[in-house]
């Protein structure tokens, strides 16, 4: 069974600096990856997919960088802001996803 | 923009209830999921459906079915409520295998 792990389970940094976010899966094997926001008491907002074949994708100031032989993958956040803090989610699979449990990011202005 | 919607944000339910919850998406989307969120557990999902009348289980299908006659209409039926069925319910829906799944907002469900 696929297990996926995020770490930390939390991180605070001040504004402007460059988030780093780790996402680690057990089965190497998979479909594509995806990255989520969730703000509290809300449902996930996609930010990022990247397919197996893809090393990384790139949407405004994220990037997301996917290897899949060390079963890694890392959602990069340029120049923070406190609109950041959010939970973030890896998942991976193709119907069935596999939640890492998440980081919740705070920005402090 | 896609957007999936869920029949109610909260809800109170008693035990034994059947409870209905619906979720609609307005993007012609093929696959349609349903997760439930609880602290300490993550995200787990309970059934999706690839196709209309079609429907897989997912990991914790039990006390739970659902029901999708129509392509833009997922609903997860709770046919006996209980207490630990108390969760944060979330609907997904994909264009298609692996491709990115939109949620909705989120119903907040508990039983008492």
């Known amino acids: 069974k696929q297990e996926v792990t995020q770490i930390p389970a939390a991180l605070s940094v001040p504004e402007g600096e460059n988030l780093v976010l780790n996402c680690s899966f057990t089965d190497s094997a998979i479909y594509n990856l995806q990255w989520f926001r969730q703000d509290p008491g809300k449902g996930l907002t996609s930010l990022l997919l990247i397919q197996s074949s893809q090393r990384e994708q790139t949407s405004g100031r994220l990037n997301a960088s996917l290897d899949k032989s060390s079963g890694r993958s890392t959602l990069y956040i340029a120049a923070s802001q406190p609109g950041d803090s959010a939970t973030y989610l890896c998942a991976v699979g193709d119907y069935k996803l596999s939640f890492g449990a998440g980081t919740t990011v705070t920005v402090r202005a | 923009d896609v957007k999936v919607t869920q029949s109610s944000r909260y809800l109170v339910k008693r035990t034994g209830e059947k409870v209905f919850l619906e979720c609609v998406q307005d993007?012609?989307?093929?696959?349609m999921f349903w997760y439930r969120q609880d602290p300490g557990l993550g995200l787990r999902l309970i059934y999706f459906s690839y196709d209309v009348k079609m429907k897989e289980k997912g990991d914790i299908p039990e006390g739970y079915s659902v029901s999708r006659e129509k392509k833009e209409r997922f609903s997860l039926i709770l046919e006996s409520a209980s207490t630990n069925q108390t969760s944060m319910y979330l609907c997904?829906?994909?264009?298609?295998?692996?491709?990115?799944?939109?949620f909705g907002p989120g119903t907040r469900l508990t039983v008492l």
């Open positions: 993007m012609d989307h093929e696959n």
């Open positions: 997904a829906s994909s264009l298609g295998r692996g491709r990115r799944q939109y």
